[in-house]
């Protein structure tokens, strides 16, 4: 087969897929190196990987992949709050690689479950560089998180 008769691979649809917590323990490891380094970068002192997987398999926290085919990008740990006034998405983290190719379209299928649910917006904490990705994307600062230690 000559170089221009020569298959080319397909370049698989990305896709977001919820994990159920009797299958987390079997994503995990395909998910964990992302988990790991985006709490490294943000505020991998209040959680560990560990924490955020038994919340998982509880059904504390829901998981999210983005996958192109068995191709694992990223995901996305979050839940529900219900608060006195209102219900909020809270996002735990949101981690991966390429995210420019994937940000969007999980943000926007985030802020369509918000709205199924009838919650008032999604929330959560992120370190600068996440801050200024999710500003481009409509985010704003709602208040900063000061920490005193000794």
Same mark, same amino acid.
């Not at 996958?67 to 006034?85: A, E, F, R, S």
């Given at each position: ?43 991998? @002192?209040? %959680? #560990? ?7 998982? $398999?509880? =059904?504390?926290?829901? *998981? ?39 940000? @969007?379209? %999980? #943000? ?7 709205? $199924?649910? =009838?919650?008032?917006? *999604? ?28």
């Amino acid at each position: 087969m000559s170089s221009e008769t020569a298959l080319k691979p397909v370049d698989e649809p990305l896709s977001v897929s919820d994990v159920p917590p009797h299958m987390a323990g079997q994503v995990w490891p395909h998910v964990e190196p992302h988990v790991m380094r985006g709490l490294k970068h943000g505020q991998g @002192d209040e %959680t #560990t990987s560990h924490h955020m997987l038994a919340a998982v $398999l509880q =059904g504390h926290r829901s *998981l999210w992949v983005i996958h192109k085919g068995t191709n694992i990008l990223g995901c996305v740990v979050w839940k529900l709050n219900q608060y006195d006034t209102c219900k909020k998405i809270w996002v735990d983290i949101i981690a991966g690689k390429d995210m420019n190719e994937w940000y @969007d379209m %999980t #943000t926007d299928l985030l802020l369509d479950y918000m709205d $199924l649910v =009838g919650a008032k917006c *999604l929330e959560g904490s992120a370190r600068p560089g996440m801050a200024k990705v999710m500003k481009k994307h409509g985010a704003k600062v709602k208040a900063i998180i000061m920490e005193t230690t000794r």
